[in-house]
């Protein structure tokens, strides 16, 4: 596994100011490495999400510096994080978060179709080899609020992937299936960051999948405790 | 990346079928009502100067009577305070006196569709005891109906019969039934010099403005030269009228000067006409404005539903890298694609409203059904206002949807 940092948080602050000022993240600095899996653990409360959506540059409202690939992000405007997000960052949502007017098929190469870097075909080409290593190949054409909880994870998934980001990010990605869709979940990120060398960053509240993933980061008042 | 956005738009437009049909329809009866009104409008003043120019031309050449010359003291030595009591003005021309060269010269201006040479003057109908005082209108058959249309107002009696009847005249239905003549009666006419003739009753008209009805009488000019002893240049009146009757003001300009009579369009001489017609155009675009203006809000209403039933779809559309633009672009399209379709469908309900109630009777004032203008700039200034209305009442949610900030909404 090689050692080039692919995402480096330096001295990260955060503050609520709703009900009242408090320090969420307390100075945190750390490094994840290129095709790792990374685990962000905690109780309630703790930070861990926050720390998520900082690192995902869709929250913006932190001091410190973040880079991603060597490029720093901090201090960019919303328009070029959003350009950035959609080439470089896939997310996987605890609660699907499909478009529900769309077939699945749409739904995976939207993200693709936003970037303009393939051709409509190449891109339809890519999402049916994504849904088929994810075994949803003969649910392409249905709306997608017409598949299970475990089969639209599983397309959030494959639309996360769909511009070979660099990092995954996951809130909560297997907070709502049950242990079998949960393992086949798991074993989807494994073998991406493994045999695909993309870096993954999830927040989960479950030990077993924390516990076999490559790291934790164990977060407890805004600090990273392990 | 624009088709994709586009895309987005079509999907939620079709997918909330029944929301969009009734922001369709807000927009297309703001449309219909603003060109009906303005097309009823239109068709009321367009009645309205079909109407008034049935007894007016567009510009009026007439003798306006002598200068006050009255103290002539004063107009050569304007420091010395003089008083002349019981002025007669001596020398007073009356009528045109060179009216052929008027004429001619008139006849040569490029805008002037049709001339025609009058005698006006005020005279006493009489029969036996009954006596009204009205207009004795001599004028030249041919172009007078060129001018007025008169023969389409004829009720009895044939308008060219004037030509062949020099002693024939043809009167205002109202002042017929004052008169209780008919046609083929005689009546008397006395002139303020005090010559009388008698005259046949060869027609009748009916203007339906009521003033002329009541007081006018034709007579062909050269039978009312010979009443006055005047020569065959003697005019009162010259009735001009032009291709645009709103565009006077150039040629009584060019005209003025060269002519020593008074030069007048009708603008000058009526201006409650035009004022009447401007403030109704005003209460069409009020109405038709206020209209689309609550179509307007309607649309507002129904895209700010929409963008806070689809505020998570945005989130993720933003966290997918969808940036505030691409946001805005699909909510605006949307609103233009209400907006175009309502104003299509506006405009030819529009038109069939209108149709309808241009068939509505209406038996007043000469008036068979509701009158009704039909013309085009109604129909694109409409779609246009339609349009913006639906820019700006799309544009606001379509911003907010915008600024939709995606992490307070994921995290719920």
Known sequence: MNTTPALKAIHITKYFYEPERFQVLKDLSFEVRKGEFLSLTGKSGSGKSTLLYVLSTMDTDYEGELLIGGEKLTGKTQNQLAAFRNE??????????????????????????????????????????????????????????????????????????????????????????????????????????????????????????????????????????? | MLSTNYKIALVHLTSKLKQTVVAVLGVTFGISMYVFMNSFMTGVNDIQTTLAFTSLAHVRIYNDGPANNTNLVEKVYPTVVSNIRNARVVQYTEGIQNSGAILSLVRKQPEVTGVTPQVNLNVFFRNSGNKVSGVLSGVEVETENKLFNISQYMIAGKWNDLKVQSNGLIIGSGLASLLSVHVDDNINVLTSDGFTKNYKIIGIFQTNVLGVDKSKAYLNINAVRQLLSRNQDFVTDLQINVQDFRETALLVQRIAPVVPYRTESWQMSNQQLEAGSRLRDIIAMAVSLTILLVAGFGIYNIM????????????????????????????????????????????????????????IPFKIGGLNNLPMAYYAHDYIFAFLFGLATTLVAGYLPARKASRIDPVNIIRG
């Open chain 2, 304 to 359: 700010n539903m929409t963008i806070n039933e689809k505020i998570k779809e945005i989130a993720i559309l933003k966290a997918m890298g969808f940036s505030s633009k691409d946001v805005t672009t699909i909510f605006l399209a949307q609103a233009i694609v209400i907006g175009m379709i309502g104003g299509l469908i506006g405009m030819l309900l529009g038109f069939i409203v209108a149709d309808v109630v241009n068939h």
């Open chain 1, 88 to 226: 470089h960052i896939g997310f996987v949502f605890q609660f699907h978060y499909l478009l529900p007017e769309f077939n699945v098929l749409d739904n995976v190469m939207l993200p693709a179709l936003k970037l303009k870097k393939k051709s409509r075909a190449e891109i339809k080409e890519k999402a049916y080899g994504h849904l088929k290593l994810l075994g949803l190949e003969d649910q392409a054409l249905k709306p997608a609020n017409k598949l299970s909880g475990g089969q639209q994870q599983r397309v959030a998934i494959a639309r996360a992937l769909i511009n070979d980001p660099s990092i995954i990010m996951g809130d909560e990605p297997t907070g709502n299936l049950d242990s079998r869709n949960t393992s086949i979940v798991f074993d989807i990120f494994r073998s991406l960051s493994h045999s695909q060398g993309q870096t993954i960053i999830t927040v989960t509240h479950d030990e077993d999948f924390a516990r076999n993933s490559d790291r934790i980061i164990d977060m407890s008042d805004g600090v990273i405790t392990g």
